[in-house]
């Protein structure tokens, strides 16, 4: 059996293979996370029509740009957006995400056939208690991310840690909140990695002061955002390649500090799916990174 040859070391090499979410039969609005809550109350929830267009502007660019673009099986009446959460790869191994919100827990059958083409032996497993989702997970070369939040727990973390005894892991806690504007789902909600050396990063959602992402990037190469584009998920555009991203096309000023590093921007617009509290990279899983 030729298996995909599962190959991730970090958030910028250049894609290979992605898992894109799909956005049929999404069932009923859910209020799962405090910006999905805002948006159902005020009568400002995206609608399925509206995220399923988005997705496939975001698949034709991907395959624009030579990369593989894999969707999951339709599940019945279930969101199947955010793939990223479900599970994720470190290296050569596919890690299956033991998600925190019972909503979300049965996505990963969406994704089964895929799976199938996994080597077994490269599949790690979750225990009960321990919980992680793949938006909380950063592989940054020898370097993994954890944001320990509302999802991920810190036996998640430690299960996770246990099984790359070669990776260096760092537990970021962050900011959890009922407000929307305040709130952190996820560590890919408040940093991401992007180009050579450079990282988007909003610093007041981490409850103690990221150490380790001023060591490993240096000041000088941190883009700081502000709350406002903190809610309107900065952090959360995707890389496709070392110069390359995926991004919303209403990110006016991060599209002018990306390209004044010298990233190209492929822009796409995502602005109603961000309602529900994820962008681009919580959208997809990248599985080789060549
Ligand atoms: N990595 C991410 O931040 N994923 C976004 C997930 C959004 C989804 N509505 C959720 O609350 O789980």
Redesign the pocket.
């Known amino acids: 059996m030729n298996y995909i040859p599962l190959n991730i070391t970090s958030e910028t090499a250049q894609l290979k293979t992605v898992i894109l979410g799909i956005g049929t039969d999404q069932g009923e609005p859910?209020e799962?996370?405090p910006v999905?809550k805002m948006h159902k109350q005020q009568g400002t929830y995206p609608k399925p029509e509206d995220i399923e267009e988005e997705i496939n502007e975001a698949k034709l660019a991907l395959e624009k740009a030579g990369v593989e673009v894999l969707q999951p099986d339709n599940l019945k009446e279930k969101?199947q957006?955010?793939t990223?959460?479900i599970g994720f790869v470190i290296d050569d191994r596919f890690v299956i995400a033991n998600m925190k919100?019972p909503l979300?827990q049965g996505e990963i059958k969406g994704i089964e056939r895929i799976m199938s083409q996994f080597n077994p032996e490269k599949i790690v497993r979750i225990p009960d208690g321990a919980t992680i989702?793949?938006?909380?997970v950063l592989v940054h070369g020898n370097h993994v991310f954890v944001g320990i939040s509302k999802?991920t727990n810190r036996k998640g973390f430690d299960y996770l840690k246990d099984q790359f005894p070669n990776k260096t892991f760092h537990a970021l806690e962050l900011v959890v909140s009922d407000d929307p504007k305040v709130n952190i789902?996820?560590l890919?909600?408040a940093f991401q990695p992007v180009g050579e050396k450079y990282a988007i990063f909003y610093e007041e959602g981490f409850v103690h002061k990221p150490e380790i992402i001023y060591d490993l990037f240096g000041t000088d190469n941190l883009i700081r955002i502000d709350q406002e584009e903190k809610n309107l998920m900065f952090p959360?555009i995707f890389s496709i390649g070392p110069n390359d991203v995926l991004i919303e096309k209403g990110f006016t000023r991060l599209i002018s500090e990306l390209e004044a590093r010298g990233i190209t921007c492929h822009k796409v617009k995502y602005f109603e799916t961000s309602k529900?509290?994820?962008l681009l990279?919580?959208s997809t899983l990248p599985l080789v990174r060549v």
């Open positions: 859910y799962i996370n999905a969101k957006i955010f990223r959460d919100e979300r989702e793949g938006g909380d999802r789902l996820h890919d909600c959360n529900l509290s994820g990279r919580c």
